[in-house]
């Protein structure tokens, strides 16, 4: 994985950031786009003297507010001296997807399925923009984590937040700009703490919180107990960085976290116990893992096009999985347990079945960008494939992946998250002025339990 940062307290601007300015200041008359950095505009030469702050002010924006016409961004397009629909084809054209092995987009997308795009699972809820989404690393967007329908884990800046959607109030959970040192006494803890984490990674489970760091620092916390009962910092390799985290249950049942390392490391750490119980070398740098539904199978993906399934109890390699060009970021289990999902940097998303791993089931195609997170909904029916920008697509996996939902908008995602009970899909997004949080929820056919919801 490639060490560049995508985001931190000073805001730092990468390519797609900066192409985002010229945008929304080139493209819209007479209105100020409140939180657009000064220095930049009169680096460009572009005076917003006159526009006054009051002029523009992005609010929460309902389902009513949409159903009312207005962007689900609060982008006032009807003011733009060009359509959505000319700026999205221009989005497309120009788009500079980051990828570590040069076109492989091309030489993967002659075996890509085609899709109808006619599918609707998952009705517009909220945006609310007072959240500001982020992440610390532009390859790595697992920064969004739901674990109710009303209750969503996620970075903003140096801070861990929780977002309630139903009395729409968000909560700092734990601020990471200054020093943040345990406040239990565990063998293998870092007494000492941390100062100033980048957070690379965040998962939250059963009032469990686990947050990854840049440094590779995990920080534990319990969302019932005050301050932080543990943190560790088990790598200090150079590629030390935390690139994902899964809070699950092992085959014993004890509460366990894997956490995948730029180190060539995947960990797994017992939370009974708050010591490390294995430790998996791997031959090239680990982008993310992901434990089956059993506890016994760890699919694990990172600087190589090939990934693979190993046994979760001792490492050993269980297969190898052949079919991307160029480098995974994203996995995830279907329920059943026998099929599974690779994300891939040449926009391509592989679908398998442990029980014929010879190739790859299905591929599907991204519009955009790298597939940086998947999610699938715990009853299995729908999967989510987030690109790095602008795009969800939410595939009915009942159809064998043939249809599709398409969710867009305009910007970085940070992340997806599922709730648990299926009902609510949560997307962020990081974009300078319009950057929020996303709610969706789940379309049914009785009408009357949708207005209870």
Known sequence: MSHQQGDDVDYVEDEHEMEELDVFIDEFQDIDLDGFDSDVNERRGIDLDGFGSDNYKIEDISAADVRNGRDIQGIPWERAIITREARRQRRLQEYQNYANIPQSDEI?????????????????RYNASSVIPTFSHTQLRNMISATSKHDVYLLSHFSLMHWSSLTCVKTEILDLSGHVAPCEKHPESHSEGFT???????AVKDKLLVAGGLQGELIVKYLDKPGVCFCSQPTYDDDAITTAIQITNTVSGALHFFASNNDCGVRDFDMETFQLSNHFHLPWPVNHTSLSPDGRLLIVVGDDPEGMLVDSRNGMVFSHLCGHVDYSFASAWHPDGRTFATGNQEKTCRIWDCRNLSKSVTVLKGNLGAIRSISYTSDGRFMAMAESADFVHVFDVKSGYEVEQEIDFFGEISGVSFSPDTESLFIGLRNRTFGSLFEFGRRHNYSYHDAMI
């Open 108 to 124: 993967s997308e002659k075996e890509c399925k085609t899709t109808k795009k006619d599918g609707l699972y998952y009705d517009f």
């Open 196 to 202: 100033h984490t980048e957070v690379s990674t965040l």
